[in-house]
């Protein structure tokens, strides 16, 4: 029972230890149509920004956490006055190269909105997909990253929305 200890801390250093990635990011997002019977209602396209944070826990497999603000999401065209805040936690599968990594990523969110327009505020699941190019340590650990995902949005109105985003930012690599 003495060397159980030891077994477990020889097994656990010989492991490969794989790296992080912690991201700022901006971009855009094209909130789409939201389409109520009779009628179809295009929504506002909006800047976003936030951060991100990976852990990889294989070579080629990992987990993202994201959290980002957008001013007016999911808000029909003529209105002002909601914001949003988003989390979304996402399996990232990387193609390994020395440098530059490809990424495709598929995930489960939230989104909350606050304000006071239409459509009304609240809490809206999502589900996104996408993928993205990161460019590791470029300058010592700093790098960059693009990213492109494809969002849907639960329970606006009774319906979804589907949405698009496009962001890049700076990526520090640990």
Request: net charge negative; charged share 20%; hydrophobic share 40%.
């Amino acid at each position: 029972m003495r060397k159980l200890p030891v077994l477990l801390l020889l097994l656990f250093s010989a492991t490969p230890m794989f790296g992080s990635d912690f991201s700022i990011f901006g971009g855009w997002s094209d909130d789409g149509k939201l389409k109520l019977d009779p009628a179809t209602l295009d929504l506002k396209d909006v800047g976003t920004f936030g951060i991100r944070y990976e852990k990889d826990f294989a070579e080629v497999l990992g987990f993202e956490n994201s959290v980002a603000y957008t001013n007016n999401v999911l808000t029909a065209e003529g209105e002002t006055g909601q914001s949003g805040f988003s989390y979304s936690g996402n399996f990232v599968f990387n193609i390994p190269g020395d440098h530059i990594v490809p990424n495709f990523t598929v995930g489960l969110g939230f989104v909350y909105r606050a304000g006071d327009s239409f459509p009304p505020v609240g809490t809206s699941s999502m589900t996104n997909i996408g993928g993205g190019l990161k460019l590791r340590e470029l300058a010592g650990p700093v790098g960059f990253r693009m990213d492109f995902r494809r969002f849907r949005y639960w329970g606006v109105e009774e319906t979804s929305v589907g949405a698009n985003e496009l962001t890049g930012g700076i990526m520090i690599s640990f």
